[in-house]
């Protein structure tokens, strides 16, 4: 896309704006792609989701799997929601051929800046 077609102004109060290009897609991809795009020796979200719930007793998985909650500020970002649940769904797929997509589910609460609170 051209560049002017991504810029977007934030204003945070009477007198700050923040105008942002390439960063607003740059900046959530670190999450995922931390080693990548930052250099640091980190698994992505994705990954450590993933790993975590793995970790747990397998009798807990398919519940786990089904109740990935986003909380925090981090979480308003558009296409969160999608991306993990897709990203765990490819990850889910290679190692575990009975489940299905429909039983994985990232869900993000209303006001999610707040629940960390």
Not at 16 to 37: C, D, H, K, W
Not at 80 to 85: H, Y
Not at 87 to 115: F, G, H, T
Request: proline residues 6%; aromatic residues 6%; neutral net charge.
């Amino acid at each position: 896309r051209p560049e002017n077609e991504i810029i977007e102004t934030y204003s945070f109060d009477k007198h700050q704006n923040v105008t942002l290009g390439r960063e607003r897609f740059l900046i959530p991809e670190a999450l995922f792609r931390p080693s990548e795009l930052l250099g640091l020796d980190i698994m992505g979200l994705s990954d450590q989701t993933f790993k975590c719930i793995m970790d747990s007793p397998s009798t807990s998985r398919r519940s786990l799997f089904s109740n990935i909650i986003l909380a925090g500020g981090t979480s308003c970002i558009p296409g969160l929601a999608e991306r993990l649940s897709k990203d765990i769904w490819d990850l889910v797929k290679v190692r575990n051929s009975a489940m299905r997509q429909s039983e994985i589910r990232v869900k993000q609460i209303s006001e999610p800046q707040l629940l960390p609170w």
